[in-house]
């Protein structure tokens, strides 16, 4: 790398940079992203990527981490939507996993992105702490989320079943959206675990 030393970096650059980083997320991904790629983007010399984040690594791994945050929101957003108050639990729940597969298609190549920063995780405390931190937050308005009941609030554990239903749906999408599980699928899986359930406890 050759760096102009009467370079002087702006302020207005880290954010230039993290919008490339970002765009480069998307585009390359993760693992095939490199300092040219992010600068030609940005239009910002390199020089200025050691300046406002210390390394590249450093400045992918926050893109990724405001790149998942507004995902975050956005899937929220969705989620949002009220549902049919006559509808039955079960119709409830096939119609919210329905919107959740119908927003993969609008953000595959974060998803892959966010999937990729899995990978980083032994290697960048930061991300690990991020995440880590995220999924904490996340569980309980997951809960609450695809919860159809009006009983109390949901348990911490249902948070994480759900947070790793989404998880398990989106990478098995990611990987063949043609066999990946619907919404109808979910339900009939669900069906069917409660009638085994069902099944077992009637033997006690």
């Given at each position: 790398?050759?760096?102009?030393?009467?370079?002087?970096?702006?302020?207005g650059?880290?954010?230039?940079?993290?919008?490339?980083?970002?765009?480069?997320?998307?585009?390359?991904?993760?693992?095939?992203?490199?300092?040219?790629?992010?600068?030609?983007?940005?239009?910002?010399?390199?020089?200025?990527?050691?300046?406002?984040?210390?390394?590249?690594?450093?400045?992918?791994?926050?893109?990724?981490?405001?790149?998942?945050?507004?995902?975050?929101?956005?899937?929220?957003?969705a989620?949002?939507?009220?549902?049919?108050?006559?509808?039955?639990?079960?119709?409830?729940?096939?119609?919210k996993?329905?919107?959740?597969?119908?927003?993969?298609?609008?953000?595959?190549?974060?998803?892959?992105?966010h999937?990729?920063?899995?990978?980083?995780?032994?290697?960048?405390?930061?991300?690990?702490?991020?995440?880590?931190?995220?999924?904490?937050?996340?569980?309980?308005?997951?809960?609450?989320?695809?919860?159809?009941?009006?009983?109390?609030?949901?348990?911490?554990?249902?948070?994480?079943?759900?947070?790793?239903l989404?998880?398990?749906?989106?990478?098995?999408?990611?990987?063949?959206?043609?066999?990946?599980?619907?919404?109808?699928?979910?339900?009939?899986?669900?069906?069917?675990?409660?009638?085994?359930?069902?099944?077992?406890?009637?033997l006690?």
């Amino acid at each position: 790398m050759v760096c102009d030393l009467a370079y002087a970096p702006r302020m207005g650059n880290r954010d230039d940079l993290l919008k490339g980083a970002k765009q480069c997320l998307y585009e390359k991904g993760y693992a095939r992203t490199t300092a040219r790629d992010i600068a030609a983007v940005s239009r910002v010399s390199m020089a200025s990527i050691g300046y406002h984040f210390g390394s590249m690594e450093a400045l992918l791994n926050t893109a990724l981490l405001q790149a998942t945050e507004e995902w975050g929101e956005e899937f929220s957003q969705a989620m949002a939507e009220s549902d049919d108050a006559s509808a039955a639990p079960l119709e409830r729940f096939e119609a919210k996993w329905k919107r959740v597969i119908e927003s993969f298609s609008a953000h595959r190549s974060l998803l892959a992105a966010h999937f990729e920063g899995f990978a980083q995780i032994d290697h960048a405390p930061e991300v690990k702490k991020a995440f880590a931190e995220g999924m904490q937050h996340s569980r309980p308005g997951m809960a609450e989320m695809f919860s159809n009941s009006d009983s109390g609030t949901p348990s911490r554990a249902a948070g994480a079943y759900y947070q790793a239903l989404l998880t398990g749906v989106m990478a098995q999408w990611l990987v063949d959206p043609e066999t990946a599980p619907t919404a109808a699928d979910l339900v009939e899986a669900l069906r069917e675990i409660v009638a085994e359930v069902s099944a077992v406890d009637s033997l006690h």
